[in-house]
């Protein structure tokens, strides 16, 4: 079940985001040279928080396993000069009958018990609108299936303008704090903070297993994109009309060398 689930080809409803928790373990599907992408994204608290994630470094949350006892991806900067990488769970070396019979672990279904259709479809919508927008090779008929940016990070936002922090960028992963990421135009209401990282395959590139945490696996980042979306009502015809407000900005090269304020935001 699992195995099919991280390949989004059945049980999409028993294991909506596996995709995303192991892709940078999976490999690429034949004839499509991609790997399996999210199906339908859980926001990073439902998929759990890693004790070594910005979420409890830096912003004090508690650690925490997601709905299927695992932890979900997350990006960090661990010393390697101008890079950043993304630091996720293998699907090797996953055991989700292990995680089911640990008493302190656990299946925990609440996590996911109150969302409902309106929700999973606008964040599947907003996802689909986010992907084609950074990923000029997703096309006309093309679905976004085929894109090779992986969502690291998701995070909703109650509100734009008052209730705004990027919880999943470390306060370090550019400059001394992640104020930068509140620039470009101001977005209104509720929505979402989706984070794609495009891993760098070259050769010389950093794969490799945590010294510290046996499960988990970091893979060296060629390219981020940070998008800021606004929520749209999907179940409501008006809401559905109104064309999605997006922010977006791409990072690649050495990371040192980015300064803050030259960071190019673009509307999507």
Partial sequence: MKLCAAANGMWPVTSPDAGRTFQGG???IKGYNRKPSTSIPLMDDEIGYHESSSYVLDFGSDPSYGWDGE???FIQKIGEAGKRFVNFTD???ADYVANCLDPKIGFDMSKLRLLDSCEVISRMDALRHCVRTIDRKIIGSKKVQYTKYWLVC???VSDWKNNFEANCIPMTF???NNDWVKGGEKLNKEGYLFVFAKINTAKGSIDRFD???RKRRIQDIKELCICKIEKK????EDGRSHPYKMVWCSLKGDFDQI???KIVWRNG
């Fill in 259 to 261: 300064i803050e304020d």
């Fill in 154 to 156: 998701a995070m909703p």
């Fill in 174 to 176: 550019i400059g001394n």
């Fill in 233 to 236: 009502n999907i179940c409501n």
């Fill in 91 to 93: 699907i090797a070396r």
């Fill in 211 to 213: 010294n510290k945490y």
């Fill in 26 to 28: 999976l490999e690429p």
């Fill in 71 to 73: 932890q979900g991806p």
